[in-house]
């Protein structure tokens, strides 16, 4: 049986005309989608300088030899790339809800990807959850979107989030500075603040995409419940009214709002929204009003 | 309506103990609707609403009222409610048929088993199918061969495989067995109906009195003329261990006197006929004498044609008689011979000792002054062994002494107890450990037995060569000495033939439990009693029971069937006969609707107020409205 695509064909072409867009400017590197005037590997030409031993002997102008006698080398204008990296959360958290947080951030982070290839950027796709999965990179154009859709498909949602022991395994794995996508509920044990403070802090500028299912925000349930948290399987008794439920809501909300105003307050930016938002609602509406996508 | 197997209290009892648990169970119940969520942080941190250890008011009274309801109908499924009355109900019969060993008499219709057989299957079709029968095969035992059953293929199919057995009938236990079954396990007691002609011993204590409340007989024309074997002995003559004597008591159970002629047949051949005039109801006895020292198998037979020809033959089974091979080896063999000759059963071979030879198959040899040069097998009786060869070192060597002592409790002296012996010249030995001193003179013991490795007796003299052997002394101690050495060539035998069911055996006095064995065919011990001089077994199946006591084995035989000799009559309170046709009772049995629609109930709650429901309803709810289905 075939299995569905992640997107249809429809969506992908209403995402080419979207740029991932950062805003920071990294050391070392050209942001943006400028050419930069550093030399090195890349298609377009930059200058001649004289050829010394050990140079590349496929850069010598054989023409400018043959003319002048003199070997020169021609120098090309390097085209790096910021690097960008989705971290996609695979914890089992993320498989709750009627439909799960996990298939619609797959789906997600699969039109991110899309953007991304259309424009020529560099992609890294890294699951997580208590530390780094196994990584996905792609570049260099749209056709190399299949295997992003084909890493993305086999994911599966298990195990608990643990985002401190995340963040230092990013940082140690990532010295290069770029643009980190974290697709997530943000729902760890522990304070997610933290470690993502300390992501920016290295240097990285955040974006952070905030996935909840609608009953993460607002519980339906009445009456006597036995709670069971999906990552650690702790229990919780409780007698559920409206006053509950309503505080829970205001918690949920106050945690948001944390998240928010850190990435902000890091240069970062922050758009939250439920699975039960469609999700051309969500990359064109929320994600481009946050300037997460231009 | 009625209830069958609880009253309205008990019902009541139960219910309302029921419903209280149920209630009780539902207002403690702790046990929450499970629901899987992304985290619990939010709970945790937030102010919770304080979860009550109990439930303070029934939230779902319609789930609470299905239970009950439920709960109300398996109820009265268990004790199977009915409607109608309870007159109308069935009831529980238990029918007792005679399968004795007289039920094999043939009629002009078939045997008498058979002619029950189909009185009873009458009354099994005579009664409304909510009744219900227990068959219960009657001879010297009541075994059910069914349960109260209402099925009536298998009532018919219990009836249809009785066969006549081999013990007299014993209404009185089955009378009594049948009393308590309607007493225990009747749900609303029915008849006790027997079958059969009321033939049994003159011992069942249903000739005294029978009190039995519903009693009814089918009764079943007895036949009356017949004569047959009651009793058969068979031993071997004392005087002639090779003459085998025949004791036989017949017994005509008839009414006219009847000339009986007997022949018996051993091994194919007769070997004894005899004409035996019988008066009616009465026993006769005769006595047969054949000659055999072989086995083989001794038909008795009653040359009539009566109504059992089960009683009319008996086949016995008869040992044979093997000689105790003696070898003797001496220079002096008269000496010995008066001996020997004095016990019909030793056949002895008189030797040289220059003819020694071990590989020789007697079973006992005697060594008269002479040592060999190897012991020979078997048991060995040495008189007056070489000093220098003796088995048993010499002490001394005396002459002119008495005989002192005889060990008298052991069975190698039995009966010795002479003081006259006076010994002219013996060698006085010095008895081992184990060693069995069997008489003595002041000077130690004179005759010496030694148990193992193989028995051996010593005499330290001869006592052929002097006065004693005019004395009856000396055979006796010749005879105890052999039947020590090989007492099975001293066994008696004696056969009966007899009829299964308890049998008394005679004994000797002096026989204890102790050395007492009572072996059935298959080689296992039956138990038995004892009171006083007389032994008592039971043996429920034909068969041979072997009664072996320590020199004695007394075979039964026990092919013969039992018959009793007594007619019973039944008290005049009885019903007799086929109940007539019974209309069909209008009475419903309604616990499989009531069992139906409790699990119906319980189902039903299940669906409605089940968890799985609560999810399936949670889960469709928050699927209304998916945005994603949409986006992809």
């Known amino acids: ?294 | 309506m009625f209830f069958l197997n609880l009253s309205m209290m008990e019902f009541m009892a139960l219910f309302g103990a029921a419903s209280a648990l149920v209630v009780t169970l539902y207002l403690l119940n702790r046990s929450r609707r499970k629901q899987t969520v992304a985290t619990l942080r939010f709970w945790v941190s937030t102010e919770q609403p304080t979860v009550q250890k109990h439930r303070r008011k029934i939230q779902q009274p319609l789930s609470l009222i299905l239970q009950l309801l439920s709960i109300a109908l398996l109820l009265l499924a268990i004790a199977q409610l009915r409607l109608g009355s309870r007159e109308k109900s069935g009831r529980d019969h238990v029918l007792i048929l005679d399968t004795s060993s007289w039920t094999a008499a043939r009629t002009r219709t078939g045997t008498l088993l058979d002619q029950g057989k189909a009185a009873a299957r009458s009354f099994i079709r005579a009664l409304p199918s909510s009744d219900r029968v227990m068959v219960v095969r009657a001879d010297g035992l009541a075994t059910p061969a069914t349960g109260l059953e209402s099925n009536r293929q298998v009532l018919e199919a219990a009836i249809r495989e009785s066969r006549p057995g081999a013990a007299a009938l014993n209404l009185e236990q089955a009378l009594a067995f049948a009393a308590q079954v309607e007493k225990l396990h009747a749900s609303r007691a029915g008849d006790i109906v027997y079958v059969g002609t009321g033939r049994v011993l003159e011992s069942d204590g249903a000739l005294q009195a029978t009190a039995v409340n519903n009693f009814r007989i089918l009764p079943i024309k007895d036949v009356v003329e017949n004569c047959g074997l009651r009793k058969i002995g068979l031993r071997r003559s004392i005087a002639d261990p090779g003459l085998w004597e025949v004791f036989l008591s017949v017994r005509n159970y008839g009414t006219v006197a009847r000339n009986v002629p007997i022949g018996l047949q051993f091994g194919g051949a007769l070997v004894g006929s005899r004409r035996l005039h019988l008066a009616p109801g009465k026993d006769e006895e005769a006595t047969f004498h054949f000659r055999t020292r072989a086995a083989g198998w001794l038909e008795v037979r009653l040359l009539i044609d009566d109504a059992l020809a089960e009683d009319n033959r008996a086949i016995l089974e008869l040992p044979s008689q093997k000689p105790l091979k003696v070898d003797v080896y001496s220079d002096e063999p008269e000496l010995l011979r008066p001996v020997l000759a004095a016990n019909a059963l030793v056949e002895a071979d008189y030797l040289s000792p220059s003819k020694f030879k071990t590989d020789r198959d007697a079973r006992i040899t005697i060594l008269d002054r002479f040592h060999p040069p190897q012991l020979p097998k078997g048991g060995i009786i040495w008189i007056a062994p070489p000093a220098q060869g003796s088995p048993v070192p010499v002490r001394a060597t005396v002459t002119n002494v008495p005989v002192v002592r005889w060990r008298s409790d052991h069975e190698l002296g039995t009966g010795l107890r002479t003081k006259q012996w006076k010994l002219e010249s013996s060698e006085v030995f010095a008895p081992a450990a184990g060693d069995i001193s069997v008489a003595e003179v002041e000077g130690g013991p004179v005759i010496l037995a030694r148990p193992s490795p193989s028995r051996m007796v010593v005499l330290g003299f001869h006592p052929g060569k002097s006065a004693m052997r005019f004395d009856l002394t000396t055979p006796l101690l010749f005879a105890n000495i052999l039947r020590w050495m090989d007492p099975e060539a001293f066994r008696r035998w004696e056969v009966y033939g007899g009829t299964a069911g308890t049998v008394t055996v005679p004994l000797e006095s002096g026989v204890g439990p102790e050395n007492v064995k009572v072996i059935s065919s298959n080689q296992q011990n039956l138990p038995f009693t004892m009171h006083g001089q007389s032994l008592r077994f039971f043996s429920g199946t034909p068969g041979t029971v072997r009664v072996v006591t320590a020199d004695r084995e007394q075979v039964y035989s026990l092919t013969l069937p039992e018959v009793g000799e007594a007619v019973w009559q039944p008290p005049a309170s009885a019903k007799r006969g086929v109940p007539s046709r019974v209309t069909e009772a209008s009475v419903r049995d309604l616990w499989p609707f009531l069992a139906l629609l409790g699990g119906l109930g319980l189902l039903i709650e299940w669906l409605l107020f089940g968890r799985t429901r609560f999810h399936v309803a949670g889960a469709e709810r928050l699927a209304d409205g998916n945005p994603l289905r949409r986006a992809s």
């Open chain 1, 1 to 294: 049986m075939a299995r569905e695509p992640l997107i249809d064909q429809k969506f992908l072409e209403k995402l080419e005309r979207l740029t991932i867009y950062w805003q920071k400017s990294f050391p070392g590197l050209v942001g943006g989608h400028n050419a930069s005037r550093f030399a090195g590997p890349g298609q377009e030409f930059l200058d001649h300088r004289h050829f010394h031993q050990g140079d590349d002997l496929r850069a010598v102008n054989w023409r400018a030899y043959m003319r002048l006698d003199k070997l020169f080398l021609k120098m090309f204008q390097v085209e790096p790339r910021i690097p960008v990296r989705v971290l996609l959360d695979t914890s089992k958290s993320m498989s709750t809800g009627a439909v799960t947080k996990f298939e619609y951030a797959r789906k997600l982070a699969a039109a991110l990807c899309y953007v991304g290839l259309v424009r020529l950027d560099t992609i890294c796709i890294q699951p997580f959850r208590e530390t780094l999965g196994d990584s996905f990179q792609c570049s260099g154009g749209r056709h190399r979107f299949v295997p992003a859709v084909n890493f993305l498909t086999n994911l599966e949602a298990t195990g608990h989030t643990s985002y401190l022991q995340v963040a230092r395994q990013f940082v140690s794995s990532y010295p290069q500075r770029g643009l980190v996508v974290v697709i997530s509920d943000f729902l760890d044990n522990e304070d997610a603040e933290k470690p993502l403070q300390y992501l920016a802090e290295f240097g990285h500028e955040l974006l952070l995409i905030h996935l909840w299912a609608p009953e993460d925000r607002e519980p339906p349930w009445d009456g006597e419940l036995e709670l069971i948290d999906a990552e650690t399987g702790s229990h919780m008794e409780m007698d559920l009214d409206s006053g509950a439920r309503a505080r829970y809501t205001t918690a949920f909300d106050a945690y948001a709002r944390r998240l928010q105003v850190m990435a902000q307050r890091n240069g970062g930016r922050y758009v939250g929204f439920p699975t039960a938002m469609p999700l051309e609602d969500a990359i064109f509406g929320s994600i481009i009003r946050a300037g997460g996508l231009q």
